[in-house]
């Protein structure tokens, strides 16, 4: 009996906590939303509740103006976030598959790995101005081009280091059957790991794309302008007189929102890809 | 991993990739298959890190001229070591650091433990809670800016309601560390606790079954068995967590700017603005080599740590 | 060798040399000039405006670039020193001064078309306009200058009249506000912005910047002692007021929250002066206190060196801040017009009688500091800092004098410096 009621109160206990953890998780996203739709007048007003007094879409209208470059911005972002995805994962998947199966001498493959952790943890700002001088060199500033290729140098040891995880897992047998049927590294890729990896790559783009779509950094360093992307916009609505904060909201519900969809959808692949680094490596 | 299947049946060397493959042999695909991305890695990544270690060892403000000034040794580094705002940075990043690091570490456990689980709740509420780390770090920081605003933000009405006065977030110093601290701990939680189930998950059964009876051997059983082996794992996020938060930027740029004054500088804000608005391009790289440096010699301290650890637990 | 081929070759030079040249022209026709402008609602909507206007009566297709003014400030001084020369006409300031020696001298042009005849005197001199090698550089279209806004009506209640001389005045003129009138605090301005602080320090600050010897250098008692006094006055700020925007400062005074707000004119005098404001008819601007300078805040064209067609980019400067639309750009946009005219508009001085002669009295006086953007930075941070109780007045002002000495004067602050008496003589 008095298990039975430990039981209840702890569980209940547990569902209380969990409540509370989901409350400080979500509630911004609650107050982003309502101010996205708040008339501009109530932003200074003390005393105005959670819940605007009258909700209005003159924000939503204003930063999609068909003026506006709001469009830009977004075509921009998937622009950038597509293209990086897509290299960073092809070129992680070869590049993983290639230091799993190299014997290369001197712990080559070792030292090459090591190298690749070591760029996921430096200070990005230390290669920022560097690079911006490089693209300046090659013309490519402000360019789709110029945040691609940062985004998937960024990216690229992320992906490496994520998949050669997995290739210690990979089966040989598979390959070496292949072999001996006379299949070289490029098929055996194509036709065997490719199939198989699926889901870890699907991980791994899933993940890429929430780092391009979210980056601010080299993005705002070598793109202020004609391939400016969603976040370097909203850090544009603080200006010199105010902040612009029913355009702000609205623009970061803009930016929220499919990156919010996209994860509640590829939960697993998201889960999957954080955690390998940590549990395997 | 998926089960071995039989591999689809291919068809003897023919067309231009078989002949590919013949003339370059196994190790030459395989060499191939690493250049995209080290080419890329090498020049988008390396040659500008290399470039920046080389220019600190040069005068070069941009503003000042176009090209790079005369060769001054360690100089750079010396203004680093002497320069009260960097020691301010770098005291303000530290605290952060470590503070929101330990919140992290602390709730990411909790809520790993509450909600490591398979049903479709838990699940739903795993997803959930992993918002946070999933928007843009600068919208995390202008939806946190608009809810900390003192006066009309929407934390402090609510406060009062309650007939709490609540403090004034971000313009008073030691709240503006603190709002900081918080906003970060909320940002990254959910990357701990993620992980942590992940690692959870994948201990034997039976010890997850022995931690959750109820009674007097339930702490022992997560002190000495489920802790000590999760350890190498928590050492590691500990240490992912530490290094970002020590490249804390976007947050800052968009809820205090630095400040008040120089209250809430971090490292890579402060280098940001030493390299992209005063264009003191030398200076900025010498810096920014030093954190760099203190980023690598943390890693390497828990990896050691980890190590031991490891080692530690397969000697028993 | 062979005459025929040498004929053919030189054929096709010259006709590469024409195809050339009419490409070229063409081009040319076919105008078009990239103009940077603030993104703030005035500034740009005022050069769309004159933009439309321009191209039916040049052919010039104007494109006008946005931005807010950090984004403004760095995309402007990224755009000269990396030679990508986007922009044929930048807007900015005197914190551009780190690049004034990519943009071309307009001496000429200003001379050819008599140009500063009608404009604010002295406006067009060094340490208010921008100068490199005693050249101009800069075209003012746009002047406003630090100004305080009193509410009338608690003013008279608390029984002080607007005169101060300094800001330890204006604190003692707070204690008898707040005595006088109930839940209302002495004053508001936009503290969230760091730099705006330097608008109480230039002000209480009455010595110089830069020293005999050309190094950023403050007189240390003095300098302690305006920081002091700023210390002091911002505990007369609202309660949580130390973060405030300017939009959050500028409706505490619409609402009578506060007896004086502390900003730029232009921001508010139009919103004060709305059918819906509360305090329509119950505010006047003071003379700005301090034996130092109000803070000057003068937009400027720039033409960067690299502008191919610099006639075309005078053209739009002259259509932009040039006399003809100022009267427009003011009642619109709110733009503070440079031309003296403007102000004698019989129309509009009736209009504005309660604060324009404040107002015209700042721009005669305002300057702006000979600080580059680092060396501004510096001070205002740490003014930040003192304000915040995190440093004494005399350790943050000891420390900005130390670390000012490594921050070298660009050239065209030393000018300014010497041309508008801010360097030790």
């Known amino acids: 009996m008095s298990r039975g009621l430990g039981y209840m109160a702890e569980s209940s206990a547990k569902a209380a906590l969990i409540a509370l953890a989901l409350l400080v998780a979500l509630a911004p996203f609650v107050v982003l939303f309502f101010n996205s739709l708040r008339p501009a007048d109530e932003f200074l007003a003390q005393g105005a509740g959670l819940i605007p007094s009258r909700l209005t879409f003159e924000h939503y209208a204003e930063i999609f103006d068909p003026n506006g470059d709001t469009f830009r911005y977004v075509i921009n972002s998937l622009i950038i976030t597509t293209a990086s995805t897509i290299l960073a994962v092809l070129f992680g998947a070869l590049a993983s598959y290639a230091l799993a199966r190299l014997q290369l001498p001197f712990k080559l493959s070792i030292i090459i790995g090591i190298l690749f952790l070591v760029i996921r943890f430096y200070p990005k700002i230390t290669v920022a101005l560097p690079y911006f001088l490089l693209m300046r060199e090659f013309h490519l500033l402000d360019t789709h081009l110029a945040v691609i290729i940062a985004h998937v140098s960024m990216t690229v040891p992320f992906v490496v280091w994520m998949l050669l995880a997995f290739f210690e897992d990979f089966p040989r047998e598979l390959e070496q059957s292949a072999m001996i049927d006379g299949c070289g590294p490029i098929r055996r890729f194509v036709l065997i790991v490719i199939p198989l990896m699926a889901p870890a790559l699907a991980a791994a783009a899933v993940l890429t794309a929430f780092l391009s779509w979210n980056e601010f950094l080299m993005a705002s360093t070598v793109a202020p302008n004609a391939a400016k992307t969603l976040p370097v916009r909203i850090s544009g609505f603080i200006t010199d007189k105010g902040i612009l904060w029913g355009s702000m909201s609205a623009m970061s519900t803009v930016i929220v929102v499919p990156v919010a969809l996209f994860a509640l959808f590829t939960q697993r692949y998201l889960a999957r890809g954080l955690t390998v680094g940590a549990v395997k490596g | 991993m998926r089960q071995p299947q039989p591999y689809p049946q291919v068809r003897r060397p023919a067309g231009i990739v078989g002949r590919l493959e013949a003339r370059l042999g196994e190790s030459g695909i395989l060499l191939l298959f690493l250049v995209p991305a080290l080419l890329v890695v090498i020049g988008a990544q390396l040659y500008p890190l290399a470039s920046s270690a080389i220019l600190s060892f040069f005068d070069w403000s941009l503003s000042r001229s176009p090209t790079v000034g005369p060769f001054i040794g360690f100089d750079n580094y010396v203004r680093t070591f002497t320069d009260p705002i960097f020691a301010n940075s770098v005291a303000f990043t530290v605290i952060l650091a470590v503070c929101s690091t330990a919140l992290q570490l602390v709730c990411g456990l909790g809520i790993a433990m509450l909600t490591v689980g398979e049903s479709y709740t838990l699940r739903l509420v795993r997803t959930l809670l992993m918002l946070p780390m999933v928007v843009a770090p600068v919208a995390v920081g202008t939806i946190w800016r608009m809810i900390l605003s003192a006066r009309v933000g929407p934390l402090n009405q609510a406060l009062a309601s309650i007939g709490i006065d609540g403090p004034n977030w971000l313009g008073d110093p030691n709240w503006a560390v603190f709002s900081l601290i918080m906003i970060d701990a909320w940002e990254w939680t959910p990357f701990v606790a993620i992980t942590l189930t992940a690692a959870l998950t994948s201990l034997p059964s039976e010890v997850m079954r022995a931690a959750s009876v109820d009674g007097a051997g339930r702490w022992t059983t997560f002190r000495y068995i489920v802790l000590p082996m999760i350890m190498p794992i928590f050492v590691l996020v500990a240490m992912f967590r530490t290094i970002e938060a020590f490249l804390t930027l976007d947050i800052v740029f968009t809820t205090t700017a630095g400040g008040p004054g120089y209250t809430t500088h971090t490292l890579s804000f402060w280098i940001y603005q030493q390299g992209l608005k005063y264009f003191n391009i030398s200076y900025a790289a010498a810096s920014s080599w030093v954190m760099l440096l203190f980023c690598v010699a943390i890693a390497g301290g828990f990896l050691l740590w980890r190590r031991r650890i490891t080692a530690w637990q397969v000697s028993r | ?425």
């Not at chain 3, 973060?243 to 508010?268: C, G, N």
């Not at chain 3, 509009?348 to 324009?356: D, G, P, Q, R, V």
Request: net charge negative.
């Open chain 3, 1 to 425: 060798m062979y005459p025929t081929t040498k004929r053919t070759k030189a054929a096709t030079t010259m006709a590469v040399i024409s195809t050339a040249a009419i490409l070229l022209a063409s081009s040319a026709m076919a105008a078009e000039l990239n103009f940077s402008v603030m993104e703030s609602g005035t500034y740009d909507k005022a050069a769309a405006e004159v933009a439309a206007d321009f191209k039916a009566a040049t052919g010039t297709d104007v494109q006008i670039s946005a931005f807010p003014w950090a984004v403004l400030r760095q995309n402007n001084t990224t755009d000269l020193i990396s030679g990508t020369n986007q922009y044929d006409v930048m807007s900015g300031g005197y914190y551009l001064s780190d690049v004034y020696s990519y943009f071309a001298p307009l001496d000429d042009y200003i001379a050819k078309d008599n140009y500063a005849q009608g404009m604010i005197p002295g406006l067009l001199s060094p340490g208010r306009s921008e100068f490199v090698g005693g050249k101009s550089i800069g075209i003012p279209y746009g002047v406003d200058a630090y100004g305080l806004i009193f509410n009338k009506d608690m003013f008279e209640k608390a029984g002080i009249s607007p005169d101060f001389a300094s800001w330890s005045d204006v604190a003692a003129a707070c204690d008898k506000i707040i005595a006088a009138n109930a839940d209302v605090a002495c004053f508001s301005h936009p503290t969230g912005s760091p730099e705006q602080i330097g608008g109480f320090f230039f002000s209480g600050y009455a010595r110089t910047y830069v020293s005999k010897d050309g190094k950023y250098s403050l007189d240390v008692p003095a300098a302690t002692a305006a920081a002091e006094e700023i210390a002091a006055l911002w505990k007369y700020l609202p309660a949580k007021g130390t973060a405030l925007t300017f939009d959050e400062a500028h409706q505490l005074f619409k609402d009578q929250k506060v007896a004086m707000t502390i900003t730029y004119p232009s921001f508010i005098t139009n919103s004060l002066d709305a059918d819906d404001s509360p305090v329509k008819g119950h505010w006047g601007m003071a003379k700005f206190p301090g034996k130092g300078f109000p803070w000057l805040s003068l937009w400027q064209l720039f033409v960067p060196t690299a502008t191919e067609d610099k006639d075309a980019a005078w053209a739009w400067i002259k259509a932009y801040a040039g006399p003809e639309n100022a009267k427009r750009n003011l009642v619109e946009h709110n733009i503070g017009s440079v031309w003296s005219a403007t102000y004698d508009d019989p129309e509009l001085k009736a209009k504005n009688a309660h604060f324009w002669p404040a107002l015209i009295a700042g721009f005669a006086s305002a300057k702006n500091p000979p600080l580059s953007g680092e060396a501004q930075d510096l001070l205002t941070n740490t003014l930040q800092d003192i304000v915040n109780g995190r440093v004494s007045a005399a350790d943050g002002i000891a420390a900005v004098e130390s670390q000012w000495a490594a921050i070298p004067v660009p050239a065209a602050m030393l000018e300014a410096a010497a041309g508008s008496g801010l360097q030790e003589k």
